[in-house]
């Protein structure tokens, strides 16, 4: 941990949702992710987790070791700025407390299947007649209209259903594989949050909530395909997958000393690059002289700049690349990034404390806002840590 410890405590919310109050019933990664981004840019987000259970709560609490056993890295990581209190949906007193809830919420956000939330009386329709101008965030596996509506939806499926995985094969011509990351819960956790404020802004237009689908399966295909639904756009017999990104050689290549990522772009920087790699002719050849050319015959542009990194140092090439303004980057491996210049003097790793956990990294908000900047105000809490701050039954 660096020297400068913050200790982090309730204060105001500055960002451009404050005054915007989300009941977030999410867990895992997907929805707690996008009610992150919602309470770092202002919203008072309250995360109701399952009372009772050896283990209540979300479950990533207890995924990986912690100081206080319910506050694993990462939760730590996705639960930032909410409070946290624990309710049992399906007992009088605790029914009586979500209606309470619900009725001063402006986005009610949940990753439950449809079929439990009618069981415990949270379906749109019914939060509707609470609150009728409810927004009411569903993120789902699969779209309602499909046959796999009522399926259950995991990372690891979605690649795999998505064509995402399938990629890797096509790199290698081995055998289809996982990216090492949770990217598809990631990804349609981002687009959730996308979601949540198109609607904001709608209800601020027209003071109407909405019911808003976000199935992780359609996000994470539209996210694949942006770029490798490619050559069947047109009719004809073009094949799936971006000829650049699928190439094997699309990788940091090795210099001297290391690794380096190289990315000349436009014409100027490719003629450049050869020039100082020492292949002046190389970009007179037909196959190389124009962007078109180039993304048809990717795999001998790519053979070509891995012979040509090797001949100098990694410093050397940054040195070289960032005067003549190729793009460029030094490798890091996962252990260097937090000793990542740029990255050290933009502040993007905190070192925190908070009372209940002691000292703790994090990430920064990545999004500056000049005139409401997103900030940190509560640590990620305890199991039911605001219980007492629930509103009681009249009749309790």
Known sequence: MAESIWTISDIAATGPLAGVRVLDMSSVVMGPLATMMLGDMGADVIKVENKG????????????????????PI???LNRNKKAVTIDGRDAVGKAQLEMLL???????????MAGMERLGLDYESVRKINPQIIYIHC??????????????????????????DLYA?????????????????????FATNATLAALVHKERTGQGQFVSVPMFECFTFFNMVENLYGQTFPGDGKFGYTR????????????????????YVDRQWAR???????????????????????????????????????????????L??????????????????????????????DMEAPHIGPYRTLRHPIAFAGSPANQRLAPQSVGAQNADLPRPAND
């Open 245 to 264: 990104s699928i190439n094997p050689r699309r990788r940091p290549y090795p210099t001297r000393d290391g690794y380096i990522a190289i990315v000349p």
């Open 273 to 319: 690059f050869f020039e100082i790699g020492g292949r002046p002719g190389v970009f007179e050849d037909p196959r190389f002289s124009t962007y078109e050319e180039r993304t048809k015959h990717t795999g001998d542009l790519y053979a070509i700049i891995e012979e040509v990194a090797a001949t100098k140092t990694t410093d050397e090439w940054v040195e």
């Open 75 to 77: 939760f730590m990581a």
């Open 53 to 72: 259970g050896t283990h209540s709560g979300d479950m990533m609490r207890y995924a990986g070791t912690s100081p206080t056993g319910d506050l694993g």
């Open 170 to 190: 096509k790199r290698s011509d081995g055998p289809p594989a996982y990216t090492p990351s949770l990217v598809a819960d990631k990804t349609v956790g981002l």
């Open 140 to 165: 789902c596996g699969y779209g309602a209209e499909g046959p796999y509506g009522k399926r259950q939806a995991y990372d690891d499926l979605v690649q795999a259903a998505s064509g995402w995985a």
């Open 321 to 350: 690349l960032d005067k003549e303004d190729i793009p460029a980057m030094r490798f890091n491996t996962i252990e260097q990034v937090p000793d990542d210049p740029h990255l050290k003097a933009s502040g993007f790793f905190m």
């Open 103 to 113: 009725r001063e919420a402006d986005v009610f956000f949940h990753n439950v299947r």
